[in-house]
């Protein structure tokens, strides 16, 4: 191929590109890592109705409090969330190491064959949505303060740069569209909304058409998110 292009989401790929490295490696996992815990919610969200519903439901403060007050769920902060601490949580840095080195490997094989790389990042819905990133600092009894919700996009960013890669961050468009009052998530989940793939779509083929990648600026720091 010509192009190459790695479509990158903050809101697992990192916790899952670990949990693959130690399946495969086999090495032990860190606390609150592929424990079993998250491996039976990690089943159950897949096969499960009735958990999705009550996960759903967990949005409702008072439906929340009552299920930690009777014990039916935890206020243990999801894996996934680690890469947003600030400062970087031991686990953050753990899952990023599994990330970093796939991507420059990959960066390698492309410039080897001649082939343009770019990573895509796609932001999770709590990115962009400033009630759903409240609704998880209620959910989990947050300290939002000890979480930069830009913390990720910096990462890869820096990443990118410091080894020649390409990169296109789509943060600053979503946000933009969010606030304008068109959803890019549907409401039940943290995947893009139709409108939100069309924006994505957009502005990969804006940037790709004029062939300036590297110039794009990739964390919006007018939001301020944090």
């Not at 989990?140 to 390409?166: E, T």
């Amino acid at each position: 191929p010509e192009r190459l292009v790695l479509a990158f989401f903050a809101g697992n790929d990192p916790y899952e590109n670990y949990r693959e490295t130690v399946s495969v490696t086999g090495e032990a996992s860190s606390k609150n890592a592929g424990s079993v815990s998250a491996k039976i919610k990690n089943w159950l969200s897949k096969k499960s109705a009735i958990y999705n519903l009550l996960i759903r439901l967990r949005r409702y403060g008072w439906i929340n409090d009552l299920f930690l007050r009777t014990g039916l769920v935890q206020d243990t902060p999801p894996a996934e969330l680690e890469i947003f601490t600030n400062p970087p949580s031991e686990h953050a840095q753990v899952f990023w190491e599994a990330t970093r080195k796939p991507i420059l490997d990959l960066a390698g094989l492309c410039r080897a064959h001649d082939i343009e790389f770019m990573v895509l990042f796609i932001p999770d819905r709590y990115q962009v949505e400033d009630s759903y990133w409240r609704q998880w600092v209620q959910k989990y009894r947050l300290d939002a303060s000890l979480y930069d919700l830009d913390a990720p996009n910096k990462y890869m960013q820096d990443l990118c740069s410091k080894n020649g890669i390409k990169f296109l961050d789509v943060t600053p468009k979503l946000r933009t569209e969010q606030l304008s009052g068109i959803s890019m998530y549907w409401k039940i989940d943290n995947h893009l909304s139709p409108e939100g793939h069309k924006v994505v779509a957009e502005n990969m083929a804006t940037v790709i058409g004029r062939r300036s990648v590297g110039e794009v600026t990739t964390v919006d720091a007018e939001q301020g998110h944090r």
